[in-house]
């Protein structure tokens, strides 16, 4: 048997340790990401630019 | 789920965790290069305006010393003119000051001539007055004489006079005896002699016997002198004594007064004024 179960369109997991994990994990990395994105925006104002020469 | 998916799902957890974690860790604890440059920035700019400000203080310092340089500058000038000029007075002050010293040199030699010339006329003068004190005493002298020599003369007039009247009477009688001789008639008649003989002229006959009188001086009171002598001596008025002390003539005393054994006189030819004990006598 597969993890995901499919019934329908629901989409079950299996196995709810790993899930979590993966869910710390993600959450780790979109955590960072928005730290990052925080400190970038309200430090350096741009999000997606290399900072440059600030005249 | 296979074992290795669940593996590397833990795998991946974990190595996301320890990344996010440096991550976060590295960006926590970066430097905010953006503060930093707005800082900098700031100080900057006002490092700016302050370097504008002392460039300006600068200037007007630079000007201001300028203008003091150029004062200075004035001034030396000034200075070195009045240097020059006070220099110029010095060298002719130098040159004024050697002139005058050997004006003094020339000065002090001419004073010693002078000197030594008013010596000698000092020592010309005490010789001739030398001179004169013995031309006058030689004159007192010789008017003496003259006076001796007039007294006598008068005397031999005197007797001269005499004896032209002894020689007239002696005619007389002479014509008187011729013709007594002559006449043998006529009784001689005896009459006095026509012609007097003067009484002084007796005593003229008589030769001038001249005494010679010396006394001392015992008083002197300014012109009045009083002798030693008197009429007891043979002093008479109008005596002429010579003052003498040590064989030089001081002056001579007329005799207005006569006592029995003192005189007084008034001073004549004056030389130098008498003193008690002084000797007066009527020769030299």
């Keep these: 048997m597969s993890a995901l179960q499919t019934n329908g369109s629901k989409i079950k997991a299996s196995s709810n340790l790993y899930t979590a994990l993966l869910a710390l994990a993600c959450g780790a990395v979109a955590a960072t990401a928005g730290f990052i994105a925080y400190k970038c925006w309200f430090i350096y104002e741009t999000l997606f630019q290399i900072v440059g020469n600030i005249r | ?284």
């Design chain 2, 1 to 284: 789920m296979s074992p290795l998916t669940k593996i590397l799902i833990v795998l991946l957890s974990l190595f996301s965790l320890f990344l996010c974690g440096t991550v976060v860790t590295y960006v926590g604890t970066a430097k905010n290069y953006k503060n930093a440059y707005e800082d900098l920035k700031t100080e900057l700019a006002a490092s700016q305006k302050k370097n504008v400000s002392y460039q300006q203080q600068l200037e007007e310092k630079k000007r201001q010393m300028d203008e003091l340089s150029t004062k200075l500058d004035a001034e030396i000038a000034k200075l070195k003119v009045e240097r020059t000029q006070i220099e110029q007075n010095l060298k002719d002050a130098e040159r004024a000051k050697t002139a005058l010293d050997e004006k003094v040199q020339t000065l002090a030699s001419e004073a010693l001539k002078f000197e030594q010339t008013v010596g000698g006329m000092a020592d010309s003068l005490k010789k001739t007055r030398e001179e004169l004190d013995q031309t006058r005493a030689e004159t007192i002298k010789l008017a003496k004489n003259l006076n001796e020599i007039t007294t006598s003369l008068e005397e031999k007039m005197a007797q001269l006079q005499s004896l032209d009247a002894e020689k007239k009477r002696l005619l007389e009688e002479k014509t008187k005896l011729e013709q007594q001789i002559s006449g043998k008639t006529t009784e001689p008649t005896v009459s006095g002699p026509v012609t007097v003989v003067p009484d002084s002229a007796t005593k003229a006959i008589e030769p001038p016997v001249s005494a010679v009188l010396q006394g001392k001086v015992t008083a002197v009171d300014g012109s009045l002198v009083t002798l030693s002598i008197g009429s007891a001596d043979g002093v008479e008025k109008g005596m002429i004594f010579h003052v003498i002390r040590n064989d030089s003539f001081m002056c001579d005393i007329k005799i207005t007064d006569v006592d029995t054994e003192a005189s007084a006189g008034t001073v004549q030819l004056l030389q130098q004024p008498p003193k008690v004990g002084d000797v007066a006598s009527t020769t030299w």
